[in-house]
């Protein structure tokens, strides 16, 4: 059984990090707090790496993890023309739990799953997170939890879920208690999730994908009119009308730290114009 380290002792969080370290290192996954939800934890430029995270939370390709970033100055390094209104965001808003979903830099030597040339971003509001991160570098994180099922917002939760999948489970505490469960889906404490890889062709606006722990009206305080407008809600078919069967679309899983590599669907570890990662995933 795998072992959870407390890193409320020092003892513990001193063996733990330097555990988890050696587990990225050797492409192993860990198990970490964030300020949102728990991550399940991967070297983001290790193929076979982010292959056992998905395998362990019983993913596809089609459902690329989000990437944790441990400062501002790392964005620039993973994704290319960001936007001014993303620079406010991020300015305002990280560390914490705003995830944002860019087109990533061209260059990057990495297979993160089916992105399509995008990367979901966001560094995260915890101290062990950050300091794991600032000695691994980024890191492809997804929500603490198998396909389908709460993530977890404690080590004892995701060691429930993902067993010995994981090699190193770091005990932070309790997450999200810093904030108000507000996102699309009931006691929740998943970052928001803003598109923008779509701003150079939809008339320079920033799409929500995700509801989360960031509200609407606070974004909307920082980038006013590139804020594109709520989708308006989806009227009722009438019995007798015939849909399509392209037409349907496939609910999307409860998850909390990911973003969908597919087209906009706010449910689900982070969905837009093809983004990659947290739509229910991000975390």
Known sequence: MTRIYDCSVDTELLTGMRLARSAIGRGALVVIPTDTVYGIAAD??????????????????????????????????LAQDVPQPVRDLVAEFWPGGLTVVLNAQPSLVWDLGETRGTVA?????????LE????????????ANRSGLPAAIDAEGAEAMLGNSVSVYLDGGVAGEGYEPIGDRAGDTSSTIVDATAFDTNGGKLTIVRGGVISREAIAAVIGDALAPEAAPVTEVPAAAEVPAAAEVPAAEPAA???????????????????????????
Not at 50 to 68: F, I, N, T
Not at 271 to 280: F, R
């Open 44 to 77: 983001a430029f290790n193929p076979d790496a982010v292959q056992r995270l998905l395998d362990a939370k019983g993913r596809g390709r089609e459902s690329p993890p989000p990437v944790l970033i441990p400062g501002i100055p790392t964005l620039d390094a």
């Open 132 to 143: 794991l991160l600032a000695e691994t570098g980024p890191l492809a994180v997804s929500s």
């Open 257 to 283: 730290a990911e973003v969908p590599a597919a087209r906009p669907d706010p449910a689900r570890p982070d969905g837009a114009p093809a983004p990659a990662g947290e739509a229910s995933s991000a975390g």
């Open 121 to 129: 971003l966001r560094m995260p509001s915890d101290k062990i997170a």
